[in-house]
C-alpha cells in the first residue's frame, strides 16, 4: 500500500512536471475565458474613510466587446460603459452625456477602486503578450499549485511582469502579483470561492488591491455568471448606453 | 574746512568727477538690483502664497503626504465648523477653502458626445460671496481674456488656450469627468462664463475654475475642501508670525494619531520655498558685500590716480609745513564729501529706475511658455524702506576706505627729499 501511494504521489508530480508554461496558460484560458459571458456582480470598495458597495451588469464577447451597467447604488445607477476594441465610452445619466475616455485617464481607477480602466480593457489572453516559464511549485492549504512567471513580450501592457499561483488541478488562478518594469509590487489580487459554472472553474470572488493606493482594496463578488449566451448584438453599440 | 573742501571738490572737477560717477553707478546698481531682487523674489512668495500656499495652510494630515495626487478622499470634512474656530482663534487672518481636482474636461457635440478633450487642472474657489477675495488674490478678472468670471452656479472659466484649440466659445457647455471624493464618477457640466490666460503653463494647462460650492456639490464634498488657506489681513508673509499660527493651531487641533485631523504648514514649509526665502534673505547682503569690495577696489585705484596727479600739491603742503596726519584727514574728508555726494545721486537715480519698474514690470511670460514651474509672467522691481540706505552707505564706505587706503602712501613722504622731488 506505502509502495503504491508513493508511485501515485511520483506520477503526480512527474505529471505536473510534464506540462510546459504554456500549457498550463492555456488550460488556464480554457476556464478563464469563454466566447461570451453574462455576470451580475457586487464591487465593495474600501476606502480610508468608508466603504461602498455598488452591483453592475456586464456583457462580454471575447476580449473586443464588453458593456457593463451599473445597477446599484442610486448615484451609480444607469452609468454605463463601453468597450470596443481599444476604445472606451461611459455614459452618465445625470448629465446625458457619452464621454470617450482616453490617454491619461484610463489609468485612473474605475469607481475608486482598485483597477482602473486600463485593466479593464487589457483583457487579452495572457499567451498572447506574455512569455511564461514555470518558477516552481507550492503547496497551499494542501492544494498543489504552479508557479508561473510572466514577462511581456510586447510594449502596449500596464504590467511588465506577473507572477502567478495557478492551482495544478483546476487550473484555476487564486493569486497573482503584478509588477512594473522597476520590479516594483503594483497590485496584488486573490481569488477565491472556486465553483464549477458550466463545466468550467471559475472563482467567484476576487480581490484587488493596488499596492500604491490607500485603502484596503477591492472584493468583486459574482453572483450570477453564464458563458456563450445569445447576447443581442445591439447591445455592443452607443446607441445602448442611453437606453 | 568742510565749506574750503567742498569749494576745492567742486572748482577741481578731474578731482570729483570720476569718483563721483563711479560711486553714483555703483549706488544705482545696488540699489536698482537691490529693489529687483526684492520684487522678484517677493513677487514669487507673492504668486505661490496666493495659488499654492497661502501665509498658511491647513490639510489633514492624510492629503498632505500624498497631496501630489490631489487626494480628495482625504479631504478635510466639517471646514466650516473650522473656519469659525480659526476666525476666532486668529482674528488678524483671513481663512479661505479651496477644492483641487484633476480630470478630463469634455467638450460635447450636438449629441452629446465627445468633440474634444484634453486633461484638466480644476480649481475651485468662493468666486461667487459677496465678500470673497479670492477672485482679486489670484489675478481673475485681470487674467480674463473673454467673458467674464462665474456670476451664478454652474458656470465656469476655462483656460484660453484649451478653448482657442478646441474652438470653445463663451456660452458652450464643458463637461468635468473625474472622480468624487468618493471615488464614485463625477460628470458635472458647466456653462464657460470666460477664458483666462495667466501666462504660466503650469496655471494655464487645462485649467477651469468654478464656484467652491458646486465644486462640493460634484465631488460629494458637502462641507469638504482639499485646504483651507490663511492669508495675514496685513501686509505680507512674515516668517515668525507664521511660525508662531502654525504652532499655536497644531497643538491644538492636530494629532499624530489621526490621520484625518489638520495639520498647518506655514508658506516656508512648502514647496521649496524654505531655501528659496533663505536665498532671497541673504541675497541682498551678498550683493552690498560684492559692492563694496569692487567698488573699494576700484575706488582705491581711484584715489591712486588722483594722489598720483595730486603728488605735486601733497609735496609743497608737506613743504609748507602741513602735517601728513592733516593732509590725510582732509583727504579722507574729501572722499567723504565725494562718497556722500555720489551716493545721494546713485541712491536718487537708482530708487527712480527702481519705481519705474515697480510700476511697469518687465514681462516674461512669451519665454516661460513651456515653464511649469510657480513663476508670475510678469516682473517687478520693489522700491522698499531699505534701498534708501542700502547703496548709501557701502558707497560712503567704499570712496572713504579707497581714498584711505590711497592716501596711506602720503605717509610714505620724506620731507628731506621734498624739495629735490619738486625740483625747486
Redesign the interface.
Known amino acids: 500500500m506505502k509502495n503504491i501511494t508513493v508511485i501515485i504521489l511520483a506520477s503526480l508530480t512527474v505529471s505536473l512536471s510534464a506540462q510546459t508554461a504554456d500549457e498550463i496558460l492555456d488550460r488556464v484560458d480554457k476556464n478563464m475565458s469563454a466566447e461570451n459571458r453574462v455576470l451580475e456582480s457586487s464591487m465593495t470598495?474600501h476606502?480610508?474613510?468608508?466603504s461602498?458597495t455598488m452591483t453592475s451588469k456586464s456583457y462580454t464577447v471575447s476580449d473586443k466587446k464588453s458593456f457593463t451597467e451599473y445597477l446599484t447604488p442610486a448615484?451609480?445607477k444607469g452609468?454605463k460603459m463601453l468597450k470596443l476594441e481599444d476604445k472606451l465610452w461611459?455614459y452618465?445619466p445625470?448629465?446625458?452625456?457619452?464621454?470617450?475616455?482616453?490617454?491619461?485617464?484610463l489609468r485612473?481607477?474605475i469607481?475608486?477602486?482598485d483597477f482602473s480602466y486600463e485593466d479593464m480593457m487589457d483583457d487579452r489572453k495572457l499567451k498572447d503578450i506574455y512569455t511564461a516559464t514555470i518558477a516552481g511549485e507550492e503547496e497551499i492549504e494542501g492544494r498543489n499549485f504552479f508557479v508561473l512567471e510572466l514577462i511581456a513580450k510586447v510594449e502596449d501592457v500596464a504590467y511588465h511582469s506577473r507572477k502567478i499561483w495557478i492551482d495544478a488541478l483546476r487550473f484555476v488562478p487564486i493569486k497573482e502579483e503584478l509588477f512594473a518594469k522597476s520590479g516594483q509590487l503594483l497590485k496584488r489580487t486573490t481569488l477565491s470561492d472556486m465553483q464549477k459554472v458550466q463545466g468550467r472553474w471559475f472563482p467567484m470572488k476576487m480581490t484587488y488591491k493596488d499596492m500604491l493606493k490607500?485603502g484596503d482594496g477591492t472584493e468583486i463578488h459574482i453572483t450570477a455568471i453564464k458563458f456563450n449566451q445569445d447576447i443581442p448584438t445591439y447591445i455592443f453599440t452607443?446607441a445602448a448606453l442611453k437606453q | 574746512m568742510i565749506k574750503f573742501l567742498l569749494k576745492g571738490i567742486l572748482r577741481d572737477k578731474s578731482r570729483s568727477l570720476l569718483p563721483i560717477i563711479v560711486v553714483s553707478l555703483g549706488v544705482f546698481l545696488t540699489v536698482l538690483l537691490s529693489g529687483w531682487i526684492g520684487g522678484v523674489f517677493s513677487d514669487m512668495i507673492d504668486v505661490n502664497a496666493n495659488f499654492i500656499t497661502g501665509h498658511v495652510k491647513i490639510l489633514t494630515r492624510?492629503y498632505a503626504e500624498?497631496k501630489n495626487q490631489l487626494?480628495n478622499?482625504?479631504a478635510l470634512l466639517d471646514v466650516e465648523e473650522l473656519i469659525t474656530n480659526l476666525n476666532s482663534d486668529y482674528p488678524d487672518m483671513e481663512w479661505v477653502k479651496r477644492i483641487n481636482f484633476g480630470?478630463?474636461l469634455?467638450v460635447?457635440d450636438e449629441n452629446?458626445?465627445?468633440r474634444a478633450?484634453g486633461?484638466a487642472a480644476g480649481k475651485a474657489i468662493d468666486l461667487l460671496s459677496p465678500d470673497s477675495n479670492e477672485a482679486d488674490r489670484m489675478n481673475i478678472v485681470k487674467s480674463i481674456v473673454k467673458g467674464s468670471i462665474p456670476a451664478k452656479q454652474g458656470e465656469a472659466i476655462i483656460s484660453d488656450d484649451f478653448a482657442e484649440k478646441f474652438g470653445v466659445n463663451i456660452g458652450e457647455k464643458v463637461?468635468i469627468?473625474?472622480?468624487?471624493m468618493?471615488?464614485?464618477?463625477m460628470?458635472?457640466?458647466f456653462i464657460v462664463s470666460g477664458t483666462i490666460s495667466f501666462g504660466t503653463a503650469l496655471l494655464d494647462r487645462g485649467a477651469i475654475i468654478i464656484d467652491i460650492s458646486d465644486a462640493q456639490l460634484a465631488l460629494d464634498m458637502y462641507d469638504g475642501a482639499s485646504e483651507i488657506l490663511g492669508y495675514f489681513n496685513e501686509g505680507g508673509y512674515v516668517d515668525v508670525k507664521a511660525d508662531s499660527v502654525k504652532a499655536s493651531f497644531n497643538t491644538k487641533y492636530s494629532s499624530v494619531d489621526d490621520?484625518?485631523s489638520p495639520q498647518m504648514f506655514k508658506l516656508r514649509d512648502q514647496e521649496g520655498l524654505d531655501q528659496y526665502m533663505t536665498l532671497a534673505d541673504s541675497m541682498s547682503g551678498i550683493m552690498v558685500f560684492i559692492f563694496i569690495l569692487a567698488m573699494s577696489v576700484v575706488l582705491w585705484n581711484t584715489g591712486l590716480l588722483g594722489g598720483l596727479r595730486r603728488y605735486s600739491e601733497f609735496g609743497i603742503r608737506l613743504a609748507l609745513g602741513e602735517r601728513k596726519s592733516h593732509i590725510y584727514k582732509t583727504t579722507i574728508y574729501e572722499a567723504i564729501i565725494i562718497g556722500f555726494i555720489g551716493s545721494i545721486v546713485g541712491t536718487a537715480l537708482g530708487l527712480g529706475a527702481a519705481y519705474y519698474l515697480q510700476e511697469n514690470g518687465i514681462d516674461f511670460s512669451s519665454i516661460m511658455e513651456n515653464v511649469t514651474m510657480m513663476f508670475p509672467p510678469v516682473y517687478r522691481a520693489v522700491v522698499s524702506p531699505d534701498l534708501f540706505y542700502i547703496g548709501f552707505f557701502p558707497g560712503l564706505i567704499a570712496m572713504t576706505l579707497g581714498n584711505a587706503l590711497a592716501g596711506y602712501a602720503i605717509y610714505k613722504r620724506k620731507t628731506a627729499q621734498l624739495f629735490k622731488e619738486l625740483e625747486v
Open positions: 470598495i476606502g480610508k474613510r468608508n461602498r448615484r451609480e452609468t461611459i452618465s445625470s448629465t446625458d452625456r457619452t464621454i470617450q475616455i482616453s490617454g491619461h485617464m485612473q481607477s469607481m475608486g477602486s490607500h452607443k | 492624510a500624498n487626494p478622499d482625504l480630470g478630463l469634455d460635447p452629446g458626445e465627445t478633450q486633461p463637461t469627468f473625474g472622480s468624487t468618493n471615488g464614485s464618477m460628470f458635472k457640466t490621520e484625518f
